[in-house]
């Protein structure tokens, strides 16, 4: 895929510093949600002593989970990657990073998981036994859609987003048989038989991996999707 542009940009030169995602950093949404809602001394008590956990809890073990994963993608820049964090999608979703660079496009979620090793399938990660099954496969699934159809929209050619989900806490994932032929590991990362495909990833150091992928994009055209995937207004209506 390629695609011709003049030295500079006008979507870029253009772009009011409202619409602009690049600045972004990780957790943005989360950190919005802390500082909207702050929990105060008494309010934290009164949790504690009701044997609740507040929802300030979950969002700051999100925020560091984001912070990992985001600190490991901005290393990747030096090969010729662009990554953005924080794109919020209506109604209060958000991809929690893009990866743009010579081996494609990578819509990356980030989940914080409370056991050392979870079972995956094609829909649902399992955190040990007896606890509920969260829908993260599949929601990354979608939002990789979302950005598929976005990007495809806005560019003018087609952008395809390959889901990543990263897992942060777990020593192994164990990958429940699927319907189709099995997966095929690639370094740390395991692709799903499914279309579209959802690569697994352990831990964020593991999103290295993502680095030596190549032969996908020029980088004029990672350039383009860069600059159309910082525009806020890309993501409106999604």
């Known amino acids: 895929m390629s695609v011709e542009l003049t030295p500079d940009d006008p979507d870029r030169l253009f772009l009011p510093p409202d619409d602009d995602l690049a600045p972004n950093r990780p957790g943005e949404v989360l950190r919005t949600h802390l500082a909207a809602h702050p929990l105060d001394g008494p309010a934290l008590l009164a949790a504690r002593l009701l044997g609740r956990r507040p929802v300030q809890d979950e969002w700051r073990r999100r925020l560091a989970a984001e912070c990992a994963v985001g600190a490991e993608l901005e290393r990747l820049g030096r090969g010729g990657?662009?990554?953005?964090?924080?794109?919020?999608?209506?109604?209060?979703?958000?991809?929690?990073?893009?990866?743009?660079?010579?081996?494609?496009?990578?819509?990356?979620?980030?989940?914080?998981?409370?056991?050392?090793?979870?079972?995956?399938?094609?829909?649902?990660?399992?955190?040990?036994?007896?606890?509920?099954?969260?829908?993260?496969?599949?929601?990354?699934?979608?939002?990789?859609?979302?950005?598929?159809?976005?990007?495809?929209?806005?560019?003018?050619?087609?952008?395809?987003?390959?889901?990543?989900?990263?897992?942060?806490?777990?020593?192994?994932?164990?990958?429940?048989?699927?319907?189709?032929?099995?997966?095929?590991?690639?370094?740390?990362?395991?692709?799903?038989?499914?279309?579209?495909?959802?690569?697994l990833l352990a831990g964020a150091q593991a999103v290295t991996a993502l680095g030596a992928l190549g032969g996908v994009l020029t980088p004029t055209t990672a350039n383009r999707i860069h600059t159309i995937a910082r525009n806020r207004r890309t993501w409106q209506g999604v």
């Open 81 to 199: 990657w662009y990554v953005l964090h924080s794109l919020s999608l209506p109604p209060g979703s958000e991809i929690s990073h893009l990866l743009i660079g010579p081996g494609g496009v990578f819509c990356v979620a980030t989940e914080p998981v409370r056991a050392a090793r979870v079972r995956a399938d094609t829909t649902d990660i399992r955190p040990g036994r007896g606890r509920r099954p969260q829908p993260y496969v599949r929601r990354t699934r979608q939002r990789a859609d979302r950005a598929t159809y976005a990007l495809t929209r806005a560019c003018g050619f087609p952008v395809p987003a390959h889901p990543v989900l990263v897992l942060i806490g777990p020593r192994h994932i164990e990958q429940l048989p699927p319907e189709q032929p099995g997966p095929e590991p690639v370094g740390d990362a395991t692709t799903k038989a499914d279309d579209p495909a959802v690569r």
